[in-house]
């Protein structure tokens, strides 16, 4: 399995950005898949998941409301629309996916419960 992450850039302070993540390898989308950022000097953090067989989207709380996750099964792809950018959303965003259909809700934000990963793509955003 791979994942292609893309479309990041460099934007201004409420510019959008929307992030794609191309999976293949495998003919369902139908498992959990994450994106996760890393900003300078700073760990990898959860930013929002879909488990499609649960029929959830999670977000992280300093995105909800502006990053919205969604997929499209038949480009096995899955998005993350980003809007209201600000200055503390720079970093690299990552997506990854689950090897299994089924992740429990607690383990949704770990890194571990993820199997396959992309290369990244990286966001900036100015003031």
């Known amino acids: 399995v791979q994942l292609q992450a893309s479309g990041g850039g460099s934007v201004q302070t409420g510019d959008s950005l929307r992030l794609s993540c191309a999976v293949s390898?495998?003919?369902?989308?139908?498992?959990?898949t994450a994106w996760f950022r890393q900003a300078p000097g700073k760990e990898r953090e959860f930013v929002s998941a879909?488990?499609?067989?649960?029929?959830?989207?999670h977000y992280a709380d300093s995105v909800r409301g502006r990053f919205t996750i969604s997929r499209d099964s038949a480009k096995s792809t899955v998005y993350l629309q980003m809007n209201s950018l600000k200055p503390e959303d720079t970093a690299v965003y990552y997506c990854?996916?689950?090897?299994?259909?089924?992740?429990?809700?607690?383990?949704?934000?770990?890194?571990?419960?993820?199997?396959?990963w992309g290369q990244g793509t990286l966001v900036t955003v100015s003031s």
């Open positions: 390898g495998r003919t369902s989308t139908n498992y959990p």
């Open positions: 990854a996916t689950s090897a299994v259909s089924g992740i429990i809700l607690s383990q949704i934000r770990t890194e571990d419960s993820y199997d396959y």
């Open positions: 879909i488990r499609p067989r649960h029929g959830g989207f």
